[in-house]
């Protein structure tokens, strides 16, 4: 069976730290070798009608481009603390709400992940209790874990029995890394339906994380865990050197 390789957690112009609007994304995506994309803007710039125009949109840019485009909501608890993408074609649940309550509104058509655990020691506040309502927690989110997975988070998957997730949380091409999620093409059809497909095999947990093309629980202990590791040591040490580097390049007459 035919498997789709999809971008995890793509940011589009609907969400206010984006300009990247939804055409110009699947075009990199594709061109990046991505099947699909599951799309999550942030709550704090949506409303019942933004929601409505991003579902449709993703539709419609789905069905041309035949790029299957998932669309979602990032939410952040009022706190900002915790980030639970909801994948699917639910109602808008409002902004910043309690998590408790998102998750349970959210149980019946969504696909709801735990985002980030790295970001502002988000893992600190997880609550076991949620298990049942996730569909995965994102053990590598590639803004906020770099080059490696995130050890707590590939614990949590196991100890709470968890799908274990990857996410871009693409904001732009810093981003850009291979991670994915594989699962069963769903066939021809209109990308709504294509794109529920997706949901409903979230939901039923029948979705591999992958870094590299290998599964991403294989980058947890030996040799990938340990080259990961290193690698994102020297990122965190070379990056901001980096970004000084090219600022003081811009700064050039
Ligand atoms: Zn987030
Ligand atoms: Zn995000």
């Not at 709504?192 to 947890?220: D, K, M, N, P, Q």
Request: with cysteine.
């Amino acid at each position: 069976m035919r498997e789709l390789v999809l971008a995890p957690h793509i940011h589009t112009s609907a969400s206010d730290d984006s300009d990247w609007d939804l055409e110009r994304l699947c075009r990199w995506l594709g061109r990046s070798g991505f099947d699909g994309a599951l799309v999550c803007d942030h709550d704090r710039t949506m409303n019942p009608a933004r929601w409505q125009a991003l579902q449709a949109l993703c539709d419609a840019v789905g069905d041309r481009r035949s790029f299957l485009v998932v669309p979602g909501v990032e939410y952040q608890a009022p706190d900002h603390v915790v980030h639970i993408p909801v994948y699917g074609y639910g109602r808008f649940h409002g902004r910043s709400p309690d998590i408790d309550e998102l998750l349970l509104a959210a149980a019946g058509t969504g696909a709801a992940v735990f985002a980030h655990p790295a970001r502002r020691d988000a893992w600190r506040q997880f609550n076991p209790a949620w298990a049942p309502q996730l569909v995965g927690i994102e053990v590598w989110n590639r803004k906020y874990d770099g080059v490696s997975p995130n050890s707590w988070a590939l614990g949590a998957t196991r100890e709470h029995e968890i799908p274990p997730l990857a996410a871009l949380d693409w904001h732009g091409p810093r981003q850009l890394f291979p991670l994915a999620l594989r699962v069963a093409d769903p066939g021809p059809g209109r990308n709504r339906a294509r794109a529920g497909a997706v949901v409903a095999a979230l939901r039923a947990r029948e979705v591999r994380a992958t870094a590299f093309g290998g599964r991403i629980e294989s980058y947890e202990t030996g040799a990938l865990a340990t080259i990961s590791q290193r690698l994102e040591r020297i990122r965190r040490w070379g990056a901001p050197r980096l970004r000084q580097l090219e600022d003081a390049l811009r700064r050039l007459p």
